[in-house]
């Protein structure tokens, strides 16, 4: 059974951090490629981060040179390091990763307070 387990999410003022971490279970998590999401209230959920087996990263624009995701093989854990934070950014913090289908975490929310 997948398991993605998000933490870390909270509240913080604008131009802080915040450290995301998801603890994946049920996987081979060393070929998967993890992805971060968000959801804001009345909004679409966005792509944020990408992070492929072999450590190749991606990011949407509105995050690029703010965020940083990486990732632990060893502990099968994904975080996602969110600097300068806006209070646009505010949103549910969804981990993810494909398998036979989607498979997501339960969220965790980031408030960021102007």
């Known amino acids: 059974q997948v398991q993605l387990v998000e933490s870390g999410g909270g509240l913080v003022q604008a131009g802080g951090s915040l450290r995301l971490s998801c603890a994946a279970s049920g996987i081979i998590f060393n070929i998967n490629t993890m992805r971060w999401y968000r959801q804001a209230p009345g909004k679409q959920r966005e792509l944020v981060a990408t992070i492929t087996s072999s450590g190749s990263t991606g990011y949407a624009d509105s995050v690029k040179g703010r965020f940083t995701i990486s990732r632990d093989n060893a502990k099968n854990t994904v975080a996602l390091q969110m600097n300068s934070l806006k209070p646009e950014d505010t949103a549910v913090y969804y981990c993810?990763?494909?398998?036979?289908?989607?498979?997501w975490g339960q969220g965790t929310q980031v408030t960021v307070s102007s």
């Open positions: 993810q990763t494909r398998g036979i289908r989607d498979y």
